[in-house]
């Protein structure tokens, strides 16, 4: 279906639809909105037949045959055999949905979303979701679970490495990045491309205690303004999919919540794709306690909205029932199996159930060469130098021990990564290794375990390594059990084990560079003041090894920016940079000072905060200057500022422009992102970089929920992170004001 398809060509498609939807039993509609694991297709490669754990969830073997979407299915030859056997079965040749989580990468494994996000850079986020899309869908893959645009303050939750991180207007971008690459502009033509589906609807993120399932309530308010811009702009972009969260919206799990699903997405913001619940959210709302049963369950979430099913048979069990006896309307049922045959069509799957599955393409594209150069860019980009006292960059005559559980480990992809290998991983003790003029002077030791401490031996392999060398290259971090779901923790420091080791080397006074891999923010005590230099490189995925010894050898310069604020410490979660300001702000830190907002023991603000990021070169920025201190309500104001290359070596510096609303009617942010430009800049190199504010982008919602701004007054801020405080005020006023 092209963009020039007349509304006679729709029409027409839509009728065939119709008119298929009108030869299906009940039951054959039901099992449309069934989702089942890969489990479930076990033997029907070969034989057709489904030998699956089908007793677990009480379905039988027709309507497994029969279901309308596969969960987690990848490879050509798999899917064309599940496929081929699915239509054999299928009395109305309805093609199956493959859908499964490409979150950032399919073999060609980008870094996760949070080091993504760090990179500012959308064209490459993009360019890594059109990457994943074109492995994923010559492998089979129709439809993937991606982006996750949960908007993240907690580092406890292990998830935060999934998401973009704690801005809405970022998150939004990448939110439209990400879906523009899954899908591209012409998804039934473009067989490239995958249908995104964008999750978890709604504010997944705000799990209370950073604890994965766990309670979110907020104001709607909170939610309209922080949580759901990035979910709308995903929709804006096109996504055709949703995905429900696990937890509640205002006392009411998303699964069933009717406010949530039926009237904001659908009605108010029109959204016609398919609804899918997350991983058996639906049988939970009986854990949750909502439904009594999963007759209940069924009927509360198909009311919400939820067209899909994933991994329970409620639906399956109990909608035919609730239909015949007149609790459930069949006309829900009808709206949802046109969801998905509409999506099935889009997909041009009638015609061509396989659509781009082809083993001998397979085996030319995914990584390929080509994927895996844009996967190293990327890392590179992604990677965020926290600190450095000029032990960074190295030079390759030196000697460098690589000492810690990361530097020869291969978990260097990240959670979810099941499609990408390890096997093809380079592990950083061996990119460091080919930098070096003489491979002599590489020593490597692990010090310790990710989680176990140093054993004698271990420990005298290091202080071997470290005394014969000029400088320490620490590859500490957390394994990518520790964070993705599930992988919360409530001390986000690295392990008691890789704290000694950091300690016990420092003793041995030789220039420390840390090289950090994680999915969260950590609590840097005991590193951060130790270390000389640290560079954060998340998982950086399948090119992460080169990309890092490109960086600290100074072969590529570090550009990443935070997009996440690093707290001081656990105690202050959550930590976000576009926090109100409360009636008592602390002003200066001064301990005698009492009766104001701030704690007795640790400062109020982050280690590192949202934006910040260094690189091997230093950038000065001139006096910011504005074209009129008056914006009219119908006009716009320039923001200028020169930035200068001081240094000896090019770098590329993120200029963030933020806004601060003195005259609000509900409290505002103390600083919003609004804008940003990336500049490369030579040694010696100034540039002029303007930004312009216009009305739109100083609304906000007021108590009533009105979107609008206020005239009055206003404070920009130009700068390289968000602990700029330069003010620059300006006035809003009324077109004649
Ligand atoms: C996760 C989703 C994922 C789904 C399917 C769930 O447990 O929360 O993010 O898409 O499983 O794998």
């Known amino acids: 279906m092209s963009h020039t398809q007349t509304a006679v060509e729709k029409t027409k498609e839509q009728q065939q639809l119709l008119n298929l939807l009108a030869e299906m039993t009940i039951e054959e509609k039901v099992d449309q909105l069934m989702q089942l694991a890969v489990p479930f297709y076990e033997g029907a490669e070969d034989e057709g037949q489904i030998t699956g754990p089908m007793d677990s969830l009480g379905i039988t073997q027709r309507t497994v045959h029969n279901s309308g979407s596969v969960l987690g299915m990848a490879g050509a030859a798999e899917t064309i055999n599940v496929q081929r056997k699915h239509l054999e079965n299928n009395r109305l040749g309805i093609p199956l949905l493959m859908m499964a989580d490409i979150v950032h990468g399919f073999k060609t494994i980008f870094p996760v979303p949070l080091a993504i996000g760090c990179s500012w850079d959308l064209e490459r986020a993009e360019q890594s979701a059109a990457i994943a899309a074109r492995e994923a869908s010559v492998s089979g893959v129709h439809v993937t679970y991606a982006p996750m645009v949960d908007l993240v303050r907690d580092p406890r939750w292990g998830r935060v490495m999934e998401s973009t991180g704690e801005d809405p207007f970022l998150n939004s971008l990448f939110a439209r990045a990400f879906v523009n690459g899954f899908q591209g502009s012409d998804l039934a033509g473009d067989y490239d491309r995958v249908a995104a589906c964008v999750k978890h609807f709604a504010a997944y993120g705000a799990a209370e205690a950073g604890r994965d399932y766990n309670t979110v309530d907020l104001s709607e308010r909170q939610l309209r303004e922080f949580y759901l811009p990035a979910y709308k702009a995903a929709l804006d972009a096109g996504c055709e999919m949703v995905m429900t969260s696990f937890n509640t919206v205002d006392g009411v799990p998303a699964t069933g919540n009717e406010k949530l699903m039926r009237k904001l997405l659908r009605e108010e913001w029109g959204f016609e794709g398919i609804v899918i619940s997350d991983w058996g959210a639906v049988k939970e709302l009986i854990a949750h306690g909502i439904a009594a049963d999963e007759e209940e369950a069924a009927l509360k979430a198909m009311r919400a909205g939820v067209d899909i099913e994933m991994m329970t048979a409620c639906y399956a069990k109990h909608l035919a029932a609730l239909i015949s006896t007149g609790r459930l309307s069949e006309s829900l049922l009808d709206d949802a199996v046109m969801r998905i045959l509409t999506l099935k069509q889009k997909l041009g799957l009638f015609e061509n159930p396989y659509r781009a599955a082809d083993p001998q393409r397979e085996s030319e594209i995914v990584f390929c060469d080509e994927h895996r150069a844009a996967a190293k860019e990327l890392a590179i980009k992604s990677c965020v130098l926290l600190k450095n006292n000029g032990v960074l960059p190295m030079h390759n005559k030196q000697k460098i021990a690589v000492i810690g559980p990361f530097a020869r480990n291969s978990d260097l992809l990240g959670p979810w990564s099941w499609t990408g290998s390890r096997d093809a991983v380079e592990q950083l003790a061996d990119s460091i290794g080919c930098k070096l003029a003489d491979a002599a002077s590489l020593l490597v030791a692990e010090g310790c375990g990710i989680e176990s401490a140093a054993t004698e031996e271990q420990w005298q392999a290091a202080e071997a390594a470290a005394a014969a060398a000029d400088v320490i290259v620490l590859a500490l971090g957390e394994h990518s059990d520790m964070s993705g779901e599930a992988g919360c923790r409530a001390n986000i420091q690295l392990p008691a084990a890789q704290l000694e080791l950091v300690r016990r080397l420092k003793e041995l006074n030789k220039p420390l560079a840390v090289v950090l891999f994680n999915g969260r923010p950590l609590d840097l005590h005991g590193i951060y003041d130790e270390a000389d230099a640290i560079l954060e490189a998340w998982f950086p995925g399948s090119e992460g090894g080169p990309a890092i010894a490109d960086l600290l050898f100074g072969d590529a310069s570090p550009s990443g920016r935070l997009t996440m604020s690093f707290p001081y410490s656990v105690g202050q979660i959550p930590v976000y940079y576009n926090a109100y300001n409360t009636g008592r702000p602390q002003g200066a830190p001064d301990a005698q000072v009492r009766y104001v907002s701030q704690y007795l023991d640790i400062p109020n ?120 405080n330069q003010a620059l005020p300006f006035r809003l006023t009324s077109v004649n004001g």
């Open 605 to 724: 603000e982050p280690l590192l905060p949202f934006g910040f990021g260094l690189s091997y070169t230093s950038f000065i920025y001139g006096e910011p200057e504005l074209s009129s201190q008056v914006l009219r309500e119908n006009g716009s104001i320039r923001l200028t500022v020169t930035v200068s290359n001081t240094g000896t070596v090019a770098g590329e510096e993120t200029v963030q422009l933020y806004v601060r609303d003195l005259s609000g009617e509900v409290v505002r942010p103390v600083k919003e992102l609004k804008d940003f430009r990336k500049l490369l800049l030579q040694p010696g190199e100034s540039r002029e970089v303007s930004f312009t504010l216009t009305e739109p982008q100083l609304r906000y919602y007021h108590a009533d929920l009105r979107h609008a701004s206020d005239a009055g007054e206003f404070i920009a801020y130009i700068g390289p992170n968000s602990a700029v």
